[in-house]
């Protein structure tokens, strides 16, 4: 009894009993504040074309891709660059933010459970912007019933990859739900 009480401190840590830490801290450095939820919709009735940035910045295009995804609801997937949630999409669908150049940290997450067992449902990565620059990034979501569970995954994708994308995909537009 005594050598189980003697290593028990050190286990709490390892278990999550014991935090030093609040799980905010825990997040991304590109994701927003977990309460900021959005509204989205999707015009899938017409084509974008590719915009170009505005003197001095970059565009970085956030598309979701849910070829794989093969259940209902589909996610919402909030997009977050250095710290704030800049939109969301749902559903085959892409929007996209000016940025300053420079290193950006950006994040996606799904903003509500959808109805599966989950694995991973948030990603982050880094990127350094140059003037004049265009960037494209992809969360594919994927679901198969007995294949295991629901997730995300995000990453670059090519310029090319990205247009072709965009050209089967609605452009969303979103904003902050009231809380």
Request: aromatic share 12%; glycine share 8%.
């Amino acid at each position: 009894m005594k050598i189980v009480l003697a290593i028990l401190p050190a286990l709490l840590p390892a278990i999550g009993i014991a935090q030093d830490r609040p799980v905010a801290s825990a997040t991304a450095p590109g994701c927003g504040a977990d309460n900021v939820k959005f509204d989205v919709k999707t015009d899938r009735s017409q084509q974008h074309p590719l915009s170009k940035p505005e003197p001095g910045k970059a565009l970085v295009y956030f598309l979701q891709d849910d070829t794989y995804f093969l259940s209902r609801p589909r996610p919402t997937t909030r997009f977050g660059v250095d710290g704030n949630w800049v939109g969301a999409t749902q559903s085959n669908a892409y929007f996209y933010v000016s940025v300053d150049p420079g290193e950006h940290h950006i994040c996606a997450a799904w903003q509500s459970f959808v109805g599966v067992y989950t694995g991973q449902t948030s990603a982050a990565a880094h990127f350094t912007a140059d003037h004049g620059g265009t960037y494209f990034f992809t969360v594919r979501d994927h679901f198969v019933e007995n294949h295991g569970p629901a997730g995300m995954t995000l990453s670059p994708v090519d310029v090319d990859e990205g247009q072709l994308l965009m050209s089967q995909f609605g452009f969303s537009t979103s904003h902050p739900k009231k809380n």
